[in-house]
């Protein structure tokens, strides 16, 4: 079993619609969680990170983390044909200094 | 924008040439890192760089060689390489080796073919 478990995708919505992306994991030294955002050949950009369990909201973009079930969630709202990208999670312990990446999430947003 | 800026973008050498991949950022972080991305895959940690020093290898052939020059620029030595290595490559930083919530920020990436 992988560390982390990311649907690849791909996903398609229409402009407007509200995106959910998934990531579960195994590891419960996992304390510290970030989502990236990745468009076609180019590098991975920060979007969000959390450490506790809960919500954390930055615009248009929520993300969520459930440490019991070991599973979090970046929502998107208002989606719009530029959050068009792959989407990583990514984790890692409080000692464990390496991340550990999702396989990432194709996202298409269609006008 | 990001601020680890790497250099060239796009890179194409043959199997017997030797070049290098160029990484710099400004931010003070004290943490450098080199992962390797191949299409559809997620990034895979190559060497990580804590202080100047080479903290970790992730049991990366000798073709590649990693360089720290100082605290702000980091280098990816090239030789012999093989069709297979054709990947991007990324360069990032942190403000320290997995400390706390520290979160590591990424280059755009040289893109990199061998033939």
């Known amino acids: 079993q992988k560390e982390v478990e990311q649907d690849p995708g791909p996903l398609s919505v229409p402009e407007g619609a509200i995106v959910s992306l998934n990531c579960t994991y195994s590891n419960s030294a996992f304390q510290y969680f970030m989502w990236y955002r990745q468009y076609s050949r180019k590098g991975p950009e920060l979007l969000m990170y959390?450490?506790?369990?809960g919500n954390k909201e930055d615009g248009r973009f929520t993300a969520q983390v459930d440490k019991s079930s070991k599973y979090i969630s970046l929502f998107i709202r208002d989606s719009q044909p530029s959050d068009s990208a792959t989407y990583l999670c990514?984790?890692?312990?409080?000692?464990?200094?390496?991340?550990?990446f999702g396989r990432g999430t194709q996202l298409t947003v269609w006008p | 924008d990001t601020e680890v800026t790497q250099t060239p973008k796009h890179l194409v050498m043959g199997m017997t040439n030797k070049k290098s991949l160029k990484c710099e950022q400004h931010m003070g972080h004290r943490a450098m890192y080199w992962y390797k991305q191949k299409a559809k895959k997620p990034p895979e940690l190559m060497f990580v760089?804590?202080?100047?020093?080479l903290s970790i290898n992730e049991s990366v052939p000798s073709r590649f060689s990693p360089e720290c020059p100082n605290s702000s620029l980091l280098n990816l030595h090239l030789h012999a390489l093989q069709p297979e290595d054709s990947a991007l490559y990324l360069c990032?930083?942190?403000?320290?080796w997995g400390q706390g919530i520290d979160t590591i920020y990424f280059g755009e990436g040289s893109w990199l073919t061998v033939v």
């Open positions: 760089y804590s202080y100047e020093k």
């Open positions: 959390t450490y506790s369990s």
């Open positions: 990514a984790m890692r312990g409080s000692t464990l200094g390496r991340l550990y």
């Open positions: 990032a930083s942190s403000q320290d």
